[in-house]
C-alpha cells in the first residue's frame, strides 16, 4: 500500500505497507517509508500493477458535496 501525496506543485509516493515486495519507482525498489518525489513519466510498480506519473495541471479541491 502507498500514499500519493500533493505538496504545494510537487507530488510524492509514500510506501506505507508491503506484503508483495517493495514498491518500484522506474524499477528502483523503495525500502524506506520515506516520502519520494515523483516527475512526469515516472513508471510506478505497486504489488505488480505499473503505472505511469502524469502531471497534467495544478490540484483543485472538489467542491463540498
Same mark, same amino acid.
Not at 514498491?23 to 500493477?49: C, F, M, S, T, Y
Given at each position: &500500500?502507498?500514499?500519493? +501525496? %500533493? ?5 510524492? !509516493?509514500? /510506501? ?6 517493495? $514498491?518500484? +519507482?522506474?524499477? %528502483? ?5 520515506? %516520502?519520494? $518525489? !515523483? ?11 505499473? &503505472?505511469?506519473?502524469? +502531471?497534467? *495541471?495544478?490540484? %483543485?479541491?472538489? /467542491? *463540498?458535496?
Amino acid at each position: &500500500m502507498v500514499a500519493l +501525496i %500533493r505538496d504545494e506543485d510537487k507530488l510524492f !509516493l509514500q /510506501p506505507l505497507q508491503s506484503e508483495l515486495g517493495p $514498491p518500484l +519507482i522506474n524499477h %528502483r525498489p523503495i525500502k524506506d517509508h520515506d %516520502r519520494h $518525489p !515523483l516527475q512526469q513519466d515516472d513508471l510506478l510498480e505497486v504489488a505488480g500493477v505499473q &503505472m505511469v506519473v502524469t +502531471i497534467d *495541471a495544478p490540484t %483543485r479541491e472538489a /467542491p *463540498a458535496p
